[in-house]
């Protein structure tokens, strides 16, 4: 049908073909990404934890992606990853962040380890990584970055005060970064997803009636998936998007609205 594959190439305008491009953290939503800027033609490496997720997601993409494993809570682990991509790119005109973990349950019952264990992965890993890919591109003077931020950096849901702290941090981190790279050409934005099913969300999702319960707070009566992230996520990542900067695009169905 005619509207199917306008749907199918609608991508296509953002001009991303060539496009260098970094995404750390191939889950779900980053993975769902990768593909996406696979399918208009970008210059794509990625970098995970996990080589057997990323490999899983490589099958799927063109043969050229390039794979970098490590874990990026570390700044030297995070300088690492962008100088490969960067050799394997030849340069970074787009950095993704979408590596995030969450553990729900009351304030009073987290330990310090805990707590910290998210700031480190959640936090830690964005600025880390945003720091090298400012780095690389304020000196180039052109680029874009977009971190993978949620709606939990705005609401205050139970169960969640690790990785909604995470969350708001992520939001002034980001437009701190992009006040202050905007004279160079680079834009720092945030997508806040809603509820999305992914590894992350799936065991809670399908215990306790939450799927349900979750879905009826949402305007448009369903939870988000990955792919509709992604389409966000391109346009924030295109040259379309030249005078767009510190902004957190919410991706929610509506969910802050009520
Ligand atoms: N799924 C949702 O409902 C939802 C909603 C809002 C925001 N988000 C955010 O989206 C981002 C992606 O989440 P997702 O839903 O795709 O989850 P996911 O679990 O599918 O993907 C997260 C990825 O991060 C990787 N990772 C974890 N620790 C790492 C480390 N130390 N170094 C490198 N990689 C590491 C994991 O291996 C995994 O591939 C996260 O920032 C998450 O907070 C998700």
Excluded at 209 to 220: D, Q, T
Aim: aromatic letters at 6%; proline letters at 3%; hydrophobic letters at 45%.
């Amino acid at each position: 049908m005619e509207s199917d594959n306008y749907r199918e190439n609608s991508l296509d305008w953002l001009g991303l073909a060539g496009a260098r491009v970094l995404i750390a953290g191939v889950g779900g939503i980053g993975g769902a990404c990768a593909k996406a800027f696979d399918k208009v033609g970008a210059k794509l490496a990625v970098s995970d934890i996990s080589v057997s997720g990323m490999a899983h997601l490589c099958d799927d993409l063109s043969s050229s992606v390039v794979q970098i494993e490590a874990d990026a809570t570390q700044p030297e682990s995070a300088n690492a990853i962008i100088s490969e991509a960067i050799e394997a790119l030849g340069g970074l005109d787009v950095f993704v962040h979408a590596i995030g973990i969450n553990l729900r349950k009351p304030v009073l019952e987290f330990n310090p380890d805990q707590w910290r264990r998210i700031q480190s992965i959640n936090l830690d890993s964005a600025f880390y990584l945003c720091q090298e890919a400012g780095r690389v591109m304020t000196a180039n003077r052109y680029g874009r970055i977009v971190i993978v931020s949620s709606v939990s950096g705005l609401l205050a849901h139970s169960d969640h005060a690790p990785y909604a702290a995470t969350k708001g941090a992520i939001n002034q981190m980001m437009k701190v970064m992009a006040r202050e790279w905007a004279p160079m050409g680079v834009t720092v934005n945030a997508i806040a997803p809603g509820y999305v099913e992914t590894e992350l969300t799936k065991d809670y999702l399908d215990s306790g009636g939450h799927r349900e319960e979750l879905s009826s707070l949402v305007p448009a009566g369903r939870l988000g998936t990955p792919e509709e992230m992604a389409g966000p996520v391109l346009f924030l990542s295109s040259a379309q998007c030249s005078f767009v900067t510190g902004h957190v695009l919410y991706v929610d169905g509506g969910r802050t609205l009520v």
